[in-house]
């Protein structure tokens, strides 16, 4: 177990590591002057020799190589830069971002399991075969309804209609319903289709017989022994959902005229804010990597087979490197257990 989390943790290491790295290159290359956007559009009479001397109070005058392990170094250190635009330092332009935008979406993210999850319990509980069939078809118009379509659809409803949630701003809980119902859709009808098409398939597994020859009811076996082997394809993916809440803020935070990440991220974009779009990629990168880590350690207290299988493999390289056969007092592998919650 101690082999599998270390592992776990150096490729997330690596990954962050990559993500930096591609990132630096590729901003490099962009067609675009830092040291004039750091004097702004309005600064026509600046001579050749005052921009000379901003690129070398920047660095930006040394080899990319120089200014690439520069960079490394001060990341090292927590150093992101500072801003081009605004002329802070960007942990601190991305650290008032982050609380308004893990407001909506960590409230997204509970919306949409409990809108998913619930919508996929139903679809293969129901006895009703067309309500089956049609709550199985939602998930899928669900992905496709575009965002920003949806988020005007409930600002036109509940703020402008009923008058019940703000329309734009960011203060006061209220400000965070509309957001997060927007980002709890496509996130929602993700988990919904994968746990939905998993229950289906466990349904149809022999322990789910036995149990019912043994007495249990409907709730319990969907609940207590299906739920819990089907929610695992659902599991894997929980990085890609996090992802997904993340790219989806900078179109409700657009829409809604919420300060935040997504703000930031287009602000910073559109000013060709170098800095603070390498910092934001880092986020990025971080968010999917703490998610999947979490996933993947998370994974053998749910299904220890995982590990279980590792150590299975690593025994038979052993054996197979020992001259002459199986090693001596190795065991025959065992067999494969019943899935979690199976009846005994």
Known sequence: MTRYVLSRIGQAVLVLWAAWTISFFVLYVLPSDPARIMLGPDATDVTQAQLDALRHQYGLDQPVLVQY?????SLLTGDLGRSIGVGRPVTEVIGEAVGPTAQIAVVGLLLAIVFGGGLAVLATWTRNRALGQFLLQMPPVGVAVPGFWFALLLVQWFSFGLHVFPAFGGEGPSSVVLPAITLALPTGATIAQLLSKSLVATLREPYVDTAYAKGAGRWRVQLRHALKNAALPALTVTGLIVGQLFSGTVVT?????RPGLGRVTATAVQGQDIPVVQGIVLVAAAIFVVANLVVDLVYPLLDPRVVLAGSRRKLREQDGA???????????????????????
């Open 69 to 73: 392990f520069q960079h490394l170094g």
């Open 253 to 257: 935070e657009t829409v809604f005229s």
């Open 322 to 344: 020992t001259p002459g056969g199986p090693a001596s007092g190795s065991t025959a592998p065992a067999t494969p257990t019943a899935p979690q919650g199976a009846p005994a």
